[in-house]
């Protein structure tokens, strides 16, 4: 009788140890699919934001660029402007 118990005990830690390692198992495994899901939602998010900034950057050197050619075209009026006035002194 105390063989046999000692057998069930035994027979019932393996069973133990052995459910517990596949539980564990699956939770390494769910853990790790959902850092790598996180990875790739970070990395995406990075990704569309670095585009986001490289367009506004684009924009805003277009528009300094234009602002530019502007204000140095009324530069170069201004100064015709002043040679023309001080031509006819």
């Known amino acids: 009788m105390a063989s ?10 393996q069973q133990l140890q052995t459910a517990s390692s596949r539980v564990f198992q699956r939770f390494v495994t769910r853990v790790e699919q959902q850092l790598s899901a996180g ?9 569309e934001g670095r585009t986001e900034l490289t367009g506004s950057l684009l ?30 002194k």
């Open 59 to 88: 924009l805003t050197t277009q528009q300094l660029k234009s602002e530019f050619q502007s204000l140095n075209q009324q530069t170069a009026q201004s100064l015709d402007s002043i040679r023309d006035r001080v031509d006819s």
């Open 39 to 47: 990875r790739e939602e970070q990395k995406r998010s990075l990704t």
């Open 4 to 13: 046999r118990l000692e057998q069930t005990k035994g027979d019932l830690r």
